[in-house]
């Protein structure tokens, strides 16, 4: 069964104090390791699709690595406007087109 | 473009009575997905359409639930009857997958934060 395990649940961090977040999964066959932020009352957004181990990507502060086993996002020097929930997704065989999402890392950032 | 649109954003009910969800995806998207997200499960893919067909409905959690797309602008999501452990946010999401990339970006819209009383 394809499952997505984020950690940690809750992340508090002062602004410019770099840190990342983990995305652990297991997956048969992955068609695509993707990265979502979602503010309070909001959809989730788009920032990031990785597709194979060793793949980087980078969007200002935030940079998405992946291996094999796990995608690590990286925040650099991080701004308060950065708190959000990141939300890490897969795609794999099984799913078809769908995407298997885990429980989010809520991050706050303070000034 | 307008993004994926939902209405309504909120919705209070009380039990028993029946719930839809609108949802309209994003011109040109082909493929069309209905998701709930709760605090305790997070976000879980309820069912998705390709092209207007349903493609995978297994996230259905019951038979209360139904989904149609009656047209490629046009989805709705119903609970009837509705129960208070329904009460959660419900999304709606669209993509335009490419065969050639494998490039599928879902696109959420902003949801349906549904209270069951």
């Known amino acids: 069964e394809d499952q997505v395990t984020q950690s940690p649940e809750a992340l508090r961090l002062q602004e410019g104090e770099s840190s990342s977040l983990n995305c652990s999964y297991t997956v048969s066959g992955l068609r695509g390791l993707f990265w979502y932020r979602q503010d309070p009352g909001k959809g989730p957004e788009f920032l990031f699709t990785?597709?194979?181990a060793g793949e980087e990507k980078e969007k200002e502060r935030l940079k998405a690595t992946l291996t094999k086993k796990e995608s690590f996002l990286h925040i650099t020097a991080p701004k308060p406007e950065d708190s959000a929930t990141y939300l890490c997704?897969?795609?794999?065989?099984?799913?078809?087109?769908?995407?298997?999402f885990g429980k989010g890392t809520t991050l706050s950032v303070s000034s | 473009d307008a993004g994926v649109i939902q209405s309504p954003r909120h919705e209070v009910t009380e039990m028993g009575q029946e719930v839809t969800l609108r949802c309209k995806p994003i011109s040109g998207h082909d493929y069309l997905f209905w998701y709930r997200q709760t605090m305790m499960r997070g976000l879980e893919l309820l069912i998705y359409f390709n092209n207007n067909v349903p493609i995978d409905d297994s996230g259905m959690p019951e038979d209360r639930f139904s989904a149609k797309m009656p047209n490629a602008s046009f989805s709705t999501l119903k609970i009837q009857p509705s129960e208070p452990r329904d009460s959660a946010v419900y999304f709606c999401a669209s993509s335009n997958y490419e065969a050639a990339t494998s490039y599928n970006e879902q696109f959420f819209g902003p949801g349906t934060r549904l209270t069951v009383l």
């Open positions: 997704a897969v795609r794999g065989n099984q799913a078809g087109t769908a995407l298997i």
């Open positions: 990785l597709y194979s």
